[in-house]
């Protein structure tokens, strides 16, 4: 037996299966072949992606670490309000 009747045998065994299984009466109808969904004589342009603006050599060496400690100073100030304010409020 070839690779594709395999094939076809196990995917008609669990075809069946799951039609028992799922409530139907008697043997599984065979399945039908899939349309081909594209069709040969539509062109489909694509066009190519924006290209990104480069930045600048000082932006760019800067720029990730300023907006990481800026983040951890952010996260810093608001755990510590946060305690102030929970100190103020228990006393």
Not at 19 to 33: I, N, R, S, V
Not at 58 to 87: D, E, H, N
């Amino acid at each position: 037996m070839s690779e594709a009747e395999s094939t076809m045998l196990a995917v008609r065994e669990v075809y069946g299966a799951y039609y028992t299984e799922m409530g139907g009466l008697g043997t599984a109808p065979k399945p039908q072949a899939r349309k081909s969904t594209t069709r040969d004589n539509v062109v489909r342009s694509q066009r190519p992606p924006k290209p990104r603006p480069t930045p600048s050599a000082a932006r760019k060496s800067t720029g990730p670490m300023i907006r990481k400690s800026l983040q951890a100073l952010l996260i810093f100030a608001s755990m510590v309000a946060l305690i102030v304010t929970y100190r103020f409020l228990t006393h």
